[in-house]
């Protein structure tokens, strides 16, 4: 099984930046599209930004186009979401999510994070 651990989130000011980091635990790292989602109270799960296995492209959301940088790092089998100019509608819980069937979808595949909080004030 594929286990996936998010941190980095917390409390922070509108216009601050977080770095959200997932570790992947299991074999072969590089075959694995890697993606970020959130969930805000009240409202359905949001892909955000994802890239695809073996080396694929990288690709973002609209809302978060420009803000957010999302990078894999195969040495430390972990990927990254930077977060800058945060905004309050930014609040949410942040997700990893791993998927071995395929390129970058906006569902993303079968293994979760249990996600980090972020939440932004103003």
């Known amino acids: 099984q594929v286990q996936l651990v998010e941190s980095g989130g917390g409390p922070v000011q509108a216009g601050g930046s977080l770095r959200l980091s997932c570790a992947f635990s299991g074999d072969n790292f590089e075959a694995y599209t890697l993606s970020w989602f959130r969930q805000a109270p009240g409202q359905e799960r949001e892909f955000l930004a994802g890239?695809?296995?073996?080396?694929?492209?990288?690709y973002y959301h609209d809302s978060v186009r420009g803000r957010f940088t999302m990078s894999r790092d195969s040495s430390k089998n972990s990927v990254y979401l930077q977060l800058n100019n945060l905004k309050p509608e930014d609040t949410a819980v942040y997700y990893c999510n791993a998927d071995d069937q395929g390129p970058v979808t906006r569902d993303g595949g079968n293994y979760w994070g249990q996600g980090t909080q972020v939440t932004v004030s103003s």
């Open positions: 890239i695809g296995w073996y080396g694929g492209s990288t």
